[in-house]
């Protein structure tokens, strides 16, 4: 019979329970199997898993030696429609977003080991910008280490739905974060003209209404107010006056010149800054269609980078689009190194324009033209007190959004 309380001794058990009970069931054993059969057993599956494991580490080595894996930036589009924003939430797989798509088909190519899907922080992965639920992009850009394998930008994108492509792609320094060396990101935001048609306007003729010089001039008047770094607590939610992180930096913002399409006019807004807030861009814009359209004085901009809270209306998220993101201090210092490439999009700018065009604003107009977003909003305008301070019962919509929205902000 096997010799089994020497044996377990030298093992180091101790506890006198799980003695008695090994002890018991290994005689048990014993007295079916003869005791040669059973070690014999035991050596082969540990002989089994040994294997297993070996040609797991082999492949692996094997693979990180024919493509190992390198830090870079991928130049992303895509239609917001339809996705809960960009950034993954762990535990939400209800809620789809672009990054689920993103990481399941750079798993799927070979980019990455499935192991990591799940933890992308080992792959330094960040992405430049978060976008809202329904905002679209053209010029995402995210960093993380990737394996250089053949045809890569093909590949990634053959596992893509088609709203969704990889455009271009470049090697970066180890230490590049899309997110620290990004200096500025600039949007669009298209809109129905009608919005700025005054409060009294028929919006069943939404289709006939242009947009007039003088009212163009208005609109553009009051974006460049926006200029400059203001206090932005009344543009977000759960931001405090005192708040640093609440003061942006706007560089740039209007509205350009009218275009027809789908029988209807449009134009579009173009803001640059350096970083934005939740839901900042959206309430700057609707506040602005407010004064256009007479529901409030102009000074309500001005109150509205003070200390009192103000009561600032939300624009649809339909019709935002990050454009691109800037990275102008590392293109100054590394791009002309003679190793490193500046991040710029210049070749790439031909299937951003047609990646627009087939998915980006069609999906704009048509769901515009469809559902009316705007003009439903344009309904909830005359509820706003632009004259008094935000009641709580706005605090708790704007958090109640926040919670819908699953916290996915716009920078």
Partial sequence: ????????????????????????????????????????????????????????????????????????????????????????????????????????????????????????????????????????????????????????????????????????????????????????????????????????????????????PETLENINRLFALYKGTHNFHNFTSQKASDDPSARRYITQMSCGKPFICSDHEFAEITVRGQSFMMHQIRKMIGLVIAVVKGYAADDVMERSWGKEKVDVPKAPGLGLVLERVHFDRYNKRFGGDGLHERLEWD?????????????????IVETECQEGSMISWMGTLPIHDFEATATGSQENNDQKQVSEEVQNDSD
């Fill in 1 to 212: 019979m096997f010799c089994v309380r020497p044996f377990l001794s030298a093992l180091g058990f101790r506890n006198k329970d799980i003695f008695s009970k090994l002890i018991r069931n290994m005689s048990e054993v014993s007295q079916s199997v003869p005791s040669d059969k059973v070690l014999k057993r035991i050596n082969e599956e540990n002989e089994d898993t040994v294997v297993a494991k070996k040609l797991k580490t082999d492949d692996s080595i094997e693979d990180e030696r024919k493509y190992p894996k390198k830090k870079v930036v991928l130049l992303i589009a895509y239609s917001g429609k339809g996705f809960y924003g960009m950034q993954r939430n762990p535990g939400n797989s209800q809620f789809r977003t672009i990054e689920d798509d993103l990481v399941t088909a750079l798993v799927k190519s070979g980019c990455i080991p499935q192991e990591h899907c799940d933890d992308m922080r080992k792959m330094s992965f960040q992405r430049c910008a978060r976008t809202d639920k329904g905002v679209s992009a053209a010029g995402q850009v995210v960093s993380l280490k990737v394996r250089l394998i053949e045809d890569i930008i093909e590949k990634m994108n053959e596992h893509l739905p088609h709203q969704i492509r990889v455009l271009g792609l470049k090697r970066v320094t180890q230490g590049f974060n899309s997110k620290n060396n990004c200096d500025a990101r600039t949007y669009s935001y298209t809109l129905p003209t009608v919005a700025f048609a005054s409060k009294d306007y028929d919006t069943e003729k939404a289709s006939v209404f242009r947009l007039s």
């Fill in 347 to 363: 070749q790439e700018e031909a299937a951003i324009q047609a990646f627009k065009e087939a998915h980006i604003y069609p999906s």
